[in-house]
């Protein structure tokens, strides 16, 4: 038999019999009507009814769709201050005030699809088209640990030539790298993958080879307009894209990362359809809800007309909104700020809670081993809004009292899936990801960082460990003499020790 062809590839993509196992008397679990109608009868919540809504999420549990419907209908400028420090105080509950870094690594940018905001579509005849090489992918990777990075999510776009096979050879490549520092030797020590949905199978192989997280966003959850987006490709089936989390998780993949495009519909809607699908995780899998969730806004992006005359365009203050709300709504879990926004703002929403954000950004192929403009529009996917530098992120983290972590401690620890939520939910986690974080801290600044970032990370250096010294959780446990053994091997020159 000949070689399929493209088209056939794509045809051949959705497995319907993985789509209805998961189905509900024939329905899946975004209920259109229910979403409406939370958002409609919690109109006008009063300041008490909020004020209890807040303590709830401050004892780290999950809101419900109305108590979540009521947060966003907030109107009072009070309230939302009041909402947003205890966004902030549910984040250090949980993972105190350490912000993990990371770098996206742009495989591939063929695509069976058509959507229309995006720069990678099928259609759009201006973009440059690339398949990196494992070698290639291999140089890139390099080039992100010389920067001082521990930690990528892998991008790939939906063709035949970048298909689970390549996915996992590319994994391999990556964690093959080895680089001299100025004191130790630098590696990626977690490769987490933003995909298209896979087949039970095809998760299998990235399990196998050893993947970190498995991100992938539903883009937006009403139909009609999920529809109208996606006309054509194996993305164009709503129901294959909704339950990708389902099938990687029965493959093995125990952390998942959720997300929304924002801007393609209502925010306040998709933010209830982010609400929604951690419920159903949380359902289907034994209290596992999201590791992460992403809230993106629409970009420009080249020859996709529709990313710059959406409808639906989130304003700043309605960003930070939606942020806030889904700290408190969904509070054990992970939340991502990227590089589409712009420094300030960015700024201003990891104050809201976030605990992830990237870092010396570069979105095309390529982008990190050669000579690149950040901003060519042909070689990516979209417009990025701050293009610093790793130093420079990590020095204003430093100024705002917030440690860059480069830790991956929790993944190699066995803290993944139904063993860390409980660690989340009650505060537990987040004291190893203070520990780690300072050693990783503690790797990152000998071995990368200017001498103005060095002078002010040691400062937040020495004021982290006086915390972790009079804390009592550490006092009454060995972790602590284990952590100093630790933190003066890692000062001498050894690396990747994790507790």
């Not at 205890?86 to 984040?91: H, I, Q």
Request: net charge negative; charged share 30%.
């Amino acid at each position: 038999m000949g070689k399929m062809s493209v088209k056939d590839w794509a045809d051949n993509v959705v497995k319907e019999e993985e789509i209805d196992r998961y189905l509900e008397n024939g329905k899946d679990f975004i209920d259109h009507d229910a979403i409406e109608r939370h958002l409609d009868n919690n109109k006008k919540p009063d300041k008490i009814k909020v004020r209890d809504i807040i303590q709830k999420s401050l004892s780290i549990e999950r809101l419900d769709p109305d108590e979540t419907a009521a947060l966003l209908h907030v109107e009072d400028p009070e309230l939302w201050q009041e909402m947003a420090a205890a966004g902030l105080e549910v984040k250090r509950k949980v993972y105190d005030n350490r912000i993990v870094i990371f770098a996206p690594l742009y495989c591939s940018n063929l695509c069976v699809n058509n959507c229309l905001y995006c720069g990678f579509r099928k259609d759009n005849t201006h973009e440059i088209r690339r398949v990196l090489t494992p070698d290639e992918v291999r140089m890139e990777a390099e080039s992100l640990v010389k920067m001082g990075h521990k930690r990528l999510i892998v991008v790939y776009g939906e063709h035949p030539s970048s298909d689970a096979d390549y996915m996992a050879e590319t994994i391999k490549a990556i964690y093959e790298v080895r680089e001299k520092t100025r004191k130790g030797t630098g590696t990626i020590r977690r490769v987490n993958i933003n995909a298209a949905p896979l087949s039970v199978d095809d998760f299998k192989k990235l399990w196998k080879a050893g993947i970190g997280t498995y991100q992938v966003f539903q883009e937006t959850y009403h139909r009609p307009t999920y529809k109208k987006m996606h006309p054509v490709g194996p993305k164009s089936d709503y129901r294959w894209r909704l339950y990708t989390h389902h099938r990687a998780m029965e493959a093995g993949i125990d952390d998942v990362a959720i997300g929304a495009l924002f801007g393609l519909y209502h925010w306040r809607y998709d933010v209830m359809g982010l609400l929604y699908h951690a419920m159903e995780l949380e359902k289907r899998f034994d209290g596992v809800g999201p590791h992460t969730v992403s809230f993106p806004r629409l970009m420009p992006a080249d020859n996709a007309p529709y990313s710059e005359h959406t409808d639906h365009l989130v304003s700043d203050e309605e960003f930070k909104k939606l942020v806030t709300v889904l700290r408190l709504s969904i509070p054990y879990t992970g939340m991502i700020v990227t590089a589409r926004e712009k420094p300030d703002l960015r700024k201003e929403v990891i104050k809201l809670g976030c605990t992830q954000t990237d870092a010396s950004t570069r979105i095309g192929l390529g982008a990190y081993s050669e000579q690149y403009d950040r901003q060519d529009k042909e070689r990516q996917q979209f417009v990025l809004g701050d293009t610093r530098e790793l130093d420079d992120v990590v020095r204003e983290l430093a100024q705002m009292g917030m440690i860059s972590s480069f830790c991956t401690a929790g993944y190699r620890c066995g803290r993944t899936g139904d063993k860390i939520m409980g660690l989340l939910k009650c505060g537990t986690e987040g004291k190893f990801c203070k520990l780690n974080a300072v050693l990783t801290f503690r790797e990152w600044l000998d071995d990368f960082s200017s001498p103005e970032t060095q002078k002010i990370g040691e400062e937040l250096i020495r004021k982290e460990i006086g915390e972790i010294r009079k804390d009592a959780f550490f006092r009454n446990n060995p972790l602590l003499k284990e952590f100093e053994e630790y933190y003066q091997r890692v000062s001498e020159g050894e690396r990747d020790l994790f507790l």
